[in-house]
């Protein structure tokens, strides 16, 4: 028997959008089923169980408020999850649609990997919300079962008692777990579908090490409030493309990440991901460039990648905790990302040895890094072999 990720209603009167979000929500494992406009929205909800309605707001005919408007005179918004797609520049809509009941909201142009995040996250809701409701019910059967029997029954609200806290702590470990790993990875592992990764366990892993240049001197002559927003803008653009490549968050420094791949899961090719996760943030910053210096800032960018062994966990003291990862493998990706002149993506002849089917390079030389006690030999990646 075939089991889905759930099944998803997608309302929108632009073809291009329903084949986009009903192609890749299909390839993610859910079962689609889509609607051209709000009758047939209407009609369909009617006809069949949905867990979860994408329902764009401009649509001619009945508008996607209306829809909105009647589906939760039938459903709640716990027993059916409704994310409304409007412009960016319709806050009016995003208020009513809110005040309407409305879960969530997505903007467009639709960004694939916000709109899966957000329907996981609704339908993990939805999951703890139901069982916290099947809890409930269990609890009024019980207690009418119990009710003469007054031992019993306290034996009973102690047991559901542990139950509801083991309950939340599962919902508060999948929110910390979200602050380091991907939605889907941070429900698989709090559904048992592996080890507990904050525990301190040792592994091969690809580091990928990056910042920007000029950023110091950008820090020191421009105003807090250009800085950051430079910041926001780059951490958002390359944290898409960390999701993308299912890579883990190390931490930010600033303008500097680390991202490292194999860890928390095992993957294939952790090697092939990183390459092509920083090819394609180089490519990506090089178009953010572009608009700074128009803006007159002077920055640019830099990657240093290294492969090796690292004892990875939490590192911290109660109340705030890191997911960090200690080793040769983390300085070398660092060293090397100092190194990096603008726009080059170093690696040493270890890495190349497992990846030079896949690029193109060019030798850089021997280079003595701080803390390293011989020159390690390196080679900047040009672009992915045709």
């Given at each position: 028997?075939?089991?889905t990720?759930?099944?998803?209603?997608?309302?929108?009167?632009?073809?291009?959008?329903?084949?986009?979000?009903?192609?890749?929500?299909?390839?993610?494992?859910?079962?689609?089923?889509?609607?051209?406009?709000?009758?047939?929205?209407?009609?369909l909800?009617?006809?069949?169980?949905?867990?979860?309605?994408?329902?764009?707001?401009?649509?001619?005919?009945?508008?996607g408020?209306?829809?909105?408007?009647?589906?939760?005179?039938?459903?709640?918004?716990?027993?059916?999850?409704?994310?409304?797609?409007t412009?960016?520049?319709?806050?009016?809509?995003?208020?009513?649609?809110?005040?309407?009941?409305?879960?969530?909201?997505?903007t467009?142009?639709?960004?694939?990997?916000?709109?899966?995040?957000?329907?996981?996250?609704?339908?993990?809701?939805?999951?703890?919300?139901?069982?916290?409701?099947?809890?409930?019910?269990?609890?009024?059967?019980?207690?009418?079962?119990?009710?003469?029997?007054?031992?019993?029954?306290?034996?009973?609200?102690?047991?559901?008692?542990?139950?509801?806290?083991?309950?939340?702590?599962q919902?508060?470990?999948?929110?910390r777990?979200?602050?380091?790993?991907?939605?889907?990875?941070?429900?698989?592992?709090?559904?048992?579908?592996?080890?507990?990764?904050?525990?301190?366990?040792?592994?091969?892993?690809?580091?990928?090490?990056?910042?920007?240049r000029?950023?110091?001197?950008?820090?020191?002559?421009?105003?807090?409030?250009?800085?950051?927003?430079?910041?926001?803008?780059?951490?958002?653009?390359?944290?898409?493309?960390?999701?993308?490549?299912?890579g883990?968050?190390?931490?930010?420094?600033?303008?500097?990440?680390?991202?490292?791949?194999?860890?928390?899961?095992?993957?294939?090719?952790?090697?092939?991901?990183?390459?092509r996760?920083?090819?394609?943030?180089r490519?990506?910053?090089?178009e953010?460039?572009?608009?700074w210096?128009?803006?007159?800032?002077?920055?640019?960018?830099?990657?240093?990648?290294?492969?090796?062994?690292?004892?990875?966990?939490?590192?911290?003291?109660?109340?705030?905790?890191?997911?960090?990862?200690i080793?040769?493998?983390?300085?070398?990706?660092?060293?090397?990302c100092?190194?990096?002149?603008?726009?080059?993506?170093?690696?040493?002849?270890?890495?190349?040895?497992?990846?030079?089917?896949?690029?193109?390079?060019?030798?850089?030389?021997?280079?003595?890094?701080?803390?390293f006690?011989?020159p390690?030999?390196?080679?900047?990646?040009?672009?992915?072999?045709?």
């Amino acid at each position: 028997m075939t089991t889905t990720q759930g099944s998803v209603l997608v309302v929108d009167d632009n073809p291009e959008n329903r084949d986009m979000l009903s192609r890749r929500l299909a390839r993610r494992g859910y079962t689609v089923a889509v609607a051209e406009d709000g009758q047939q929205a209407l009609t369909l909800t009617e006809a069949q169980h949905f867990d979860l309605v994408l329902l764009d707001i401009m649509m001619p005919g009945i508008s996607g408020l209306e829809v909105l408007k009647i589906l939760r005179q039938r459903y709640s918004v716990a027993d059916l999850p409704v994310i409304m797609a409007t412009a960016k520049d319709q806050s009016s809509d995003i208020v009513e649609a809110l005040q309407l009941g409305a879960n969530d909201y997505v903007t467009k142009p639709l960004d694939f990997p916000v709109v899966l995040a957000r329907v996981q996250t609704q339908l993990s809701l939805k999951r703890a919300m139901q069982e916290v409701r099947r809890l409930h019910d269990e609890v009024q059967d019980q207690a009418a079962q119990l009710e003469a029997q007054s031992v019993q029954l306290a034996e009973w609200n102690r047991t559901l008692e542990q139950r509801v806290q083991e309950q939340l702590a599962q919902l508060e470990r999948l929110g910390r777990l979200k602050r380091f790993f991907s939605p889907q990875l941070a429900e698989l592992l709090v559904a048992g579908g592996a080890q507990d990764p904050l525990k301190s366990h040792r592994r091969e892993v690809t580091v990928v090490f990056l910042d920007l240049r000029g950023f110091t001197a950008f820090a020191e002559t421009s105003e807090p409030e250009e800085v950051m927003g430079v910041l926001r803008e780059y951490h958002a653009e390359m944290g898409k493309l960390i999701l993308a490549h299912e890579g883990t968050l190390e931490r930010f420094t600033g303008d500097g990440m680390m991202i490292f791949f194999n860890d928390p899961m095992p993957m294939p090719n952790p090697e092939e991901r990183a390459i092509r996760m920083a090819l394609a943030m180089r490519e990506r910053v090089a178009e953010l460039i572009v608009k700074w210096r128009k803006q007159g800032y002077e920055l640019d960018f830099g990657v240093g990648i290294a492969q090796g062994y690292a004892t990875i966990g939490a590192i911290g003291f109660e109340g705030r905790w890191d997911y960090g990862a200690i080793g040769t493998v983390t300085n070398l990706a660092a060293r090397l990302c100092g190194e990096a002149k603008p726009g080059q993506i170093l690696i040493p002849q270890r890495l190349l040895g497992t990846v030079e089917e896949l690029i193109e390079v060019e030798p850089v030389g021997e280079v003595t890094l701080k803390g390293f006690h011989r020159p390690v030999t390196t080679y900047n990646v040009l672009r992915p072999k045709a």
